[in-house]
């Protein structure tokens, strides 16, 4: 189990405060504050239909919260479009797969390289940009890609394919990486590697994970924040947490 640093509200790179998302009559989330440290790796769990993956739209600006604020280094973002956010340098991961399958693993990162360092330029070929290429290469190496660059995506392992999004998310340069339950249909092996690659990643980066995995998060997470119906239910470290009753009651014996 991971006992490592915990948020505090003080220099937190991504704060949110009263965050409130309504949906006609329904409220899929309440008045959410939590603060996420810079360097920490923080798990947001709940049992289905607890706010998660809305709170992630909210972040990332697949949706514009009815309320409240999303602090990330000091600047409220909330409202903003997706890819105002990833110039902000927040990257997500998806539940389900989201790449370009008739592409090779290295197109796929170039065209993620390219979105965050060259304006499109109809008169130039990809292949001028050879700094596109290195990089795309050297994000394939970090997440254990190395040699199946010319492999089309479609023909990656599911676990590879999963590996490959997350390379995507890292080639736009984040600071602050989502991961939506990203051993989600991974074999034992498969799930292992994931945790690998994402602890080697949170050296260098705040990581926010969605996970229902409770052994994957009590593994990786510094703290955790338990969200149902909407709200705040409880937050802290992992044994904390997984001592914590009222978890016990709506989550962790479900």
Not at 40 to 48: F, W
Request: aromatic fraction near 4%; hydrophobic fraction near 45%.
């Amino acid at each position: 189990m991971n006992t490592g640093r915990a948020a505090s509200g003080d220099g937190a790179l991504l704060r949110t405060e009263g965050l409130t998302m309504r949906f006609g009559g329904l409220t899929a989330l309440n008045r959410v504050s939590l603060a996420v440290g810079r360097g920490e790796v923080r798990a947001l769990i709940g049992p289905n239909g607890a706010g998660k993956s809305t709170f992630f739209n909210c972040l990332t600006g697949v949706l514009r919260p009815t309320g409240g604020r999303v602090i990330f280094d000091g600047e409220d973002i909330a409202g903003l479009p997706p890819d105002a956010i990833s110039r902000k340098a927040i990257a997500r991961s998806y539940q389900v797969t989201n790449i370009l399958p008739g592409a090779s693993a290295l197109e796929n990162v170039r065209i993620a390289v390219q979105s965050r360092r060259h304006a499109w330029s109809v008169y130039r070929h990809h292949r001028a940009y050879r700094d596109l290429i290195d990089r795309a290469r050297a994000v394939l190496d970090a997440v254990g890609l190395r040699g199946k660059e010319a492999e089309l995506a479609a023909n990656l392992s599911h676990g590879e394919q999963r590996h490959l999004e997350i390379g995507i998310a890292l080639a736009t340069e984040p600071r602050l990486l989502c991961l939506d339950e990203p051993t989600a249909g991974m074999s034992a092996a498969e799930t292992r590697s994931t945790v690998d690659l994402i602890r080697r990643l949170a050296t260098d980066l705040t990581i926010l994970i969605v996970e229902h995995d409770m052994e994957v998060v009590m593994g990786l997470a510094h703290a955790i924040t338990v969200l149902h119906h909407g709200e705040v239910l409880a937050e802290g470290p992992p044994a904390r947490i997984q001592a914590d009753p009222r978890v016990l009651e709506v989550y962790l014996k479900t």
